[in-house]
């Protein structure tokens, strides 16, 4: 990749975290928040004994499912807009993920960047338990080419806006990765939510 692209998906995933940020919903909703157990002892690493698996040739993803917190909705590719700021899914769309179709598609080799509204006016959106993962949960994530590439959760963190680690999030990964983000935080009336939160997973089978 390119210095260019690189400081593309930089700038990019700045915009995604302010967006979700800033577009929390006015309801009294509390989503779950991760505890500091499912969080990097360090920084981004691998679970111990966990599975490692070759990554795919890029393919657009068209479904994530996450059992464990029932999540199964269609990705839909986000591009950009004439201010250059990434595009957003539908805020009436509760289930639906966005994914910056000129970025690492999931299960090829990369940082593959997902994101979902936690919630809208209308109650929980598709990422409202995103925070009560834990550790080892499975990401499945269905690409065009027909071929289902099956994540396992290394952590999941909470950061504040003032202090969101663009380089940890979105920085490039020596193997296939998956980082999904909603917000989280904090949540102020005037500006929505105040933080992200940040799933972290890796590629451990393909189907």
């Known amino acids: 990749m390119s210095q260019k692209a690189k400081g593309w998906l930089l700038v990019i995933a700045a915009?995604?975290?302010?967006?979700?940020?800033?577009?929390?919903?006015?309801?009294?909703?509390?989503?779950?928040?991760?505890?500091t157990a499912q969080g990097f002892a360090g920084g981004p690493e691998l679970q111990p004994g966990?599975?490692?698996?070759?990554?795919?040739?890029?393919?657009?993803?068209?479904?994530?499912?996450?059992?464990?917190?029932?999540?199964?909705?269609?990705?839909?590719?986000?591009g950009l807009g004439p201010d250059g700021s990434l595009d957003v899914p539908p805020a009436g769309n509760r289930n639906v993920v966005g994914?910056?179709?000129?970025g690492?598609?999931?299960?090829?080799l990369g940082s593959a960047i997902v994101a979902g509204h936690v919630d809208n006016a209308q109650g929980r959106s598709v990422f409202y338990d995103l925070g009560a993962l834990q550790k080892g949960s499975t990401v499945e994530v269905v690409r065009?080419?027909?071929?289902?590439?099956?994540?396992?959760?290394?952590?999941?963190?909470?950061?504040?806006n003032d202090d969101f680690p663009d380089e940890r999030v979105y920085g490039a990964s020596p193997y296939a990765s998956l980082r999904?983000?909603?917000?989280?935080?904090g949540f102020s009336e005037k500006t929505g939510y105040e933080g992200n939160v940040v799933a972290y997973a890796h590629l451990?089978?393909?189907?």
Do not use: H
């Open 15 to 35: 915009l995604v975290g302010v967006w979700l940020i800033r577009n929390g919903s006015d309801t009294q909703l509390v989503p779950p928040g991760p505890t």
């Open 99 to 102: 994914w910056y179709r000129d």
């Open 180 to 185: 999904m983000i909603t917000c989280g935080g």
């Open 144 to 160: 065009k080419d027909g071929r289902t590439a099956v994540f396992s959760l290394d952590a999941i963190e909470v950061y504040e």
């Open 50 to 78: 966990s599975p490692l698996a070759q990554p795919l040739r890029p393919s657009e993803p068209v479904r994530l499912r996450i059992p464990s917190i029932r999540v199964d909705a269609p990705v839909m590719r986000l």
């Open 104 to 108: 690492t598609p999931p299960g090829s």
């Open 204 to 207: 451990t089978d393909v189907r």
